[in-house]
């Protein structure tokens, strides 16, 4: 399991290696580097060097007790792996969180940034009812550990109903250890608005969301990508939180077509 030390970190991460084109993908919150198999297959074999890996408080990156970040610290973690790697410019593909991590790059570290691929996905902040719903949600996971009944409703959240993985992620969430959790959910909810900054990123952008989506909606992907001077957008039909994952066929051709048009 290879891991890199960086900016006081200790992050697990995948390479494919080769000397092609890098791509790094960032997960969403209480997902890993795993979530983006469909992708890192099908780019792969096609002399793409994909780089997906663990952030902060998540997957195999997780300490137990992490200590307070900002998405901005994981920004500065996916430019130094790259470093750590020998990469100098990738594409950076982002669902959810790994998408705020990602436009707070391009921000920072512009040189880094060849393009974006967002992913369910906003640039504001959460929208306070739907905070106050995750923060009960939490404050009950850390009391009393995460029932079944939670851990099907954030799969329904997240991935939708009747998705056949499912169980192997709500395995995952009930190993989640109460510091981790807590560092995770609190820069969620503290994260600033970004909404007014982002006309500053001029990379290509493609931006995918899922018309089903029930954590963030669609809206939001739209005024972002319309604030993008860059970016086109793509809905998958009937897909929720995570398209990449349960509808990888629509979000890889969506994907492809849009990494065979960037420019060298």
Not at 115 to 131: G, S, Y
Not at 171 to 192: E, H, N, S, V, Y
Not at 203 to 219: N, S
Request: proline residues 6%.
């Amino acid at each position: 399991m290879p891991h890199a030390q960086v900016n006081g970190q200790r992050l697990h991460y995948e390479d494919t290696g080769g000397d092609g084109p890098a791509i790094l993908f960032s997960h969403g919150l209480l997902m890993d580097s795993s979530m983006f198999a469909p992708q890192v297959q099908a780019l792969a074999n096609l002399g793409w060097r994909c780089i997906s890996w663990d952030e902060r408080a998540h997957g195999r990156s997780a300490t137990g007790e992490c200590a307070p970040f900002s998405y901005y610290d994981s920004a500065d973690d996916a430019v130094a792996l790259l470093a750590h790697l020998g990469v100098q410019r990738a594409v950076f593909a982002g669902m959810s969180q790994g998408g705020y991590l990602s436009l707070r790059a391009a921000l920072r570290h512009p040189e880094a940034v060849r393009a974006l691929v967002l992913i369910d996905t906003q640039a504001l902040p959460e929208e306070e009812h739907k905070m106050a719903g995750h923060q009960m949600v939490v404050q009950e996971w850390l009391q009393n550990g995460l029932s079944d009944e939670r851990a099907v409703g954030i799969e329904h959240i997240i991935l939708g109903q009747g998705w056949e993985g499912a169980p192997a992620w709500r395995a995952k969430w009930q190993r989640i250890q109460p510091g981790d959790l807590l560092a995770a959910f609190t820069t969620l909810a503290t994260r600033d608005d970004i909404s007014g900054e982002i006309a500053r990123i001029t990379v290509p952008a493609l931006v995918i969301h899922g018309d089903a989506d029930q954590a963030i909606d669609i809206e939001r992907a739209r005024s972002m990508a319309g604030a993008l001077p860059g970016a086109r957008m793509v809905v998958v039909p009937g897909a929720g939180h995570a398209p990449n994952l349960t509808h990888p066929q629509p979000v890889n051709a969506a994907l492809l077509d849009f990494l065979r048009q960037l420019p060298d």
